[in-house]
Structure formats: C-alpha cells, structure tokens
Nanobody, 118 residues
C-alpha cells in the first residue's frame, strides 16, 4: 500500500518552533513534487509550499522552510516563530507519485495537528 504519513505535530507556545515530517512508503518508483497544506478550523485548506525532486522550493509562508530527503522519501516542514493563527491540521501531498506498476497517483496524508497557544 502506497501512503503518506505525517508526524511531528503537537502543542507549542507562541514563538516556538516545530518540524513536521512526511514519509512516503510502499511500492514507489519516483515522486516529483511534495507539498504541504494546512486547514484551520472552519477554513478551507491552504497551500503552504512545495519542493521538487531536485530541491526547488516554492513558499507562501516566510516563516516556514521546506526540505526533502529523496533517499528516505521524506519531506520536512520547519516552522519557526509560530503564532496562534498557525493552528491547523497540516497535510502532506504528493500529486505525482509513480508506483512500481507504472501508475501515477495523487497521494494525501491524514494530517498532523498543530496547536499554538498564546
């Protein structure tokens, strides 16, 4: 079974930092872009940023940094100076995962919650 699993969420005080991880596992041949999204209570899912297989990044949040370890099929989201408005469930997405049977699939993780207290 091919899947994405996020981890690293939790409760943090304002001004703190967290690093989220997302691991892709299963019969994977290659992964192109890996992305992070978040969804706050009562709001739509919001794009945070992504990283290509060659390391090119695209961000919408200046306090967040995305990195990737292709050997481990893992993408990271480093979040600094967290604020209460960053409270959300954070999701990992890999829209072009090529499996060993040559299918291309769009994968989402189940999310990891982040809560920032003031």
């Amino acid at each position: 079974q091919v899947q994405l699993v996020e981890s690293g969420g939790g409760l943090v005080q304002a001004g703190g930092s967290l690093r989220l991880s997302c691991v892709a596992s299963g019969s994977i041949l290659s992964i192109n872009v890996m992305s992070w999204y978040r969804q706050a209570p009562g709001k739509e899912r919001e794009f945070i940023g992504d990283i290509s297989s060659t390391g090119t990044t695209n961000y919408t949040k200046g306090r967040f940094t995305i990195s990737r370890d292709n050997g481990k099929n893992t993408v990271y989201l480093q979040m600094n100076n967290l604020q209460p408005e960053d409270t959300a469930v954070y999701y990992c997405n890999a829209p072009q995962v090529v499996t060993t049977n040559r299918r291309t699939i769009d994968l989402w993780g189940r999310g990891t919650p982040v809560a920032v207290s003031s």
